[in-house]
């Protein structure tokens, strides 16, 4: 099992972004694939996820409205599409296999729970800043 993340970078505030993660030795059937990134200093937080066999998507407060999360099952791929990025979008962004199929609160939020995070790709840096 891996997970290729890519599509990091430099972005001015109010710039968008489009992360990639490159799926291979299981599918979207398998599992959920979630986004989550660690910001300097900062512990590890959960971002979006989608669920596996065509569920639904899941988002942090923070990130609602402004990120999207999308798959093509014909490229393996998960894709986070950010939009209107703030300096407090700075981190690295992981994408791991989410084996709890995308936990979330009781206002429907993703979850991070590390515990069900049992693969990840190496990191994609993306800095916003003017």
């Known amino acids: 099992v891996q997970l290729q993340a890519s599509g990091g970078g430099s972005v001015q505030p109010g710039g968008s972004l489009r992360l990639s993660c490159k799926l291979s030795?299981?599918?979207?059937?398998?599992?959920?694939v979630g986004w989550i990134r660690q910001a300097p200093g900062k512990e590890r937080e959960a971002v979006s996820c989608i669920a596996s066999n065509d569920g639904p998507t899941y988002y942090a407060e923070s990130v609602k409205g402004r990120f999207t999360i999308f798959k093509d099952n014909s490229k393996s791929t998960v894709y986070l599409q950010m939009n209107s990025l703030n300096a407090e979008d700075t981190a690295i962004y992981y994408c791991?296999?989410?084996?709890?199929?995308?936990?979330?609160?009781?206002?429907?939020?993703?979850?991070?729970?590390?515990?069900?995070?049992?693969?990840w790709g190496k990191g994609t840096l993306v800095t916003v800043s003017s």
């Open positions: 791991a296999r989410d084996s709890f199929n995308c936990p979330y609160d009781y206002n429907g939020n993703y979850i991070y729970m590390e515990r069900g995070l049992n693969s």
């Open positions: 030795g299981f599918t979207l059937d398998d599992d959920g």
